[in-house]
Nanobody, 116 residues
Framework: QVQLVESGGGLVQAGGSLRLSCAAS????????MGWYRQAPGKQRELVAA???????NYADSVKGRFTISRGAARDTLYLQMNSLKPEDTAVYYC??????????WGQGTQVTVSS
């Protein structure tokens, strides 16, 4: 079992920055890929950024050049640095952990609101 707890959301003006954190605990050695997803009202949940065990990363086109995903040295914390925020980035952001051929874990989500 893996537990994921997000923090760092809030209200920010357009052009501002926020840093989200995700604290992972439990059997984190089983996780192959971690990522950030977001879900805006009335929309499907979408991948924002992900980082594999190898360290390789991928980003949604809409956030490339603005967001950076990273993890702590002990791989028990995941970060999302969000710069140049736009109103369309407003959503609930979820931390995700995937186990190869195994379960998928989600955090409870943290609200990010960007005002224009």
């Amino acid at each position: 079992q893996v537990q994921l707890v997000e923090s760092g959301g809030g209200l920010v003006q357009a052009g501002g920055s926020l840093r989200l954190s995700c604290a992972a605990s439990g059997s984190i050695f089983t996780i192959n890929t971690m990522g950030w997803y977001r879900q805006a009202p009335g929309k499907q949940r979408e991948l924002v950024a992900a980082i594999a065990r190898s360290g390789s990363t991928n980003y949604a086109d809409s956030v490339k050049g603005r967001f950076t995903i990273s993890r702590g040295a002990a791989r028990d914390t995941l970060y999302l640095q969000m710069n140049s925020l736009k109103p369309e980035d407003t959503a609930v952001y979820y931390c995700n952990g995937k186990v190869v051929a195994g379960p998928e874990y989600w955090g409870q989500g943290t609200q990010v609101t960007v005002s224009s």
